[in-house]
T-cell receptor, first 110, second 111 residues
Framework: GENVEQHPSTLSVQEGDSAVIKCTYS??????FPWYKQELGKRPQLIID?????GEKKDQRIAVTLNKTAKHFSLHITETQPEDSAVYFC?????????FGAGTTVTVRA | NAGVTQTPKFRVLKTGQSMTLLCAQD?????MYWYRQDPGMGLRLIHY???????AKGEVPDGYNVSRLKKQNFLLGLESAAPSQTSVYFC??????????FGPGTRLTVL
């Protein structure tokens, strides 16, 4: 099955700085790479996704990049704000089944 | 339009007891999933269903059973609960926009 590794497990950044989370996957057939944000006690919520025919996608302060050759993808958050503090999960898979990374706890220091 | 709901929100069981978690969706989605979330391990797929009357095993199916008798409901059963099944359980559907949409979760503690 698919194996997804996510790094780092924790990340502390100063407000206004950028945060980068990286994931690698093992199954070359994977074609869908979403990122989820989970606040304490809440459900995971999709924040951005990318499909294998696209190398980069941006939505305001967040962006995702995909390198299919190297089988890795990354989440970039610019100009971090206190409300960005949460656990972030990457995932990879096909059109209806996903494997998740272990998560990154991001703390934004005021 | 409630989306995806889960019942109960919290439950404490003793080892060996049984229980059923209910997931209900009103979005007419075909695919439904049960995940468990444990600290440092992300979300792991237990079982899933691609339509009414169908179920399939995920990554960690042992100790769980599921049923999808109606399209809108996906039940997760624990026949004999063990402390290792202490976790937060999330139900999810696959939306028409090709996204995984999660329910609010059920926190289960097995003593």
């Amino acid at each position: 099955g698919e194996n997804v590794e996510q790094h780092p497990s924790t990340l502390s950044v100063q407000e206004g700085d950028s945060a980068v989370i990286k994931c690698t996957y093992s199954d070359s057939a994977s074609n869908y790479f979403p990122w989820y944000k989970q606040e304490l006690g809440k459900r995971p919520q999709l924040i951005i996704d990318i499909r294998s025919n696209v190398g980069e996608k941006k939505d305001q302060r967040i962006a995702v990049t995909l390198n299919k050759t190297a089988k890795h993808f990354s989440l970039h958050i610019t100009e971090t704000q206190p409300e960005d503090s949460a656990v972030y999960f990457c995932a990879s898979g096909d059109d209806y089944k996903l494997s998740f990374g272990a998560g990154t706890t991001v703390t934004v220091r005021a | 339009n409630a989306g995806v709901t889960q019942t109960p929100k919290f439950r404490v069981l003793k080892t060996g007891q049984s229980m059923t978690l209910l997931c209900a969706q009103d979005m007419n989605h075909e695919y439904m999933y049960w995940y468990r979330q444990d600290p440092g391990m992300g979300l792991r797929l237990i079982h899933y269903s691609v339509g009414e009357g169908t179920t399939a095993k995920g990554e960690v199916p042992d100790g769980y059973n599921v049923s999808r008798l109606k399209k809108q409901n996906f039940l997760l059963g624990l026949e004999s609960a063990a402390p290792s099944q202490t976790s937060v359980y999330f139900c999810a559907t696959w939306t028409v926009d090709n996204e995984q949409f999660f329910g609010p979760g059920t926190r289960l503690t097995v003593l």
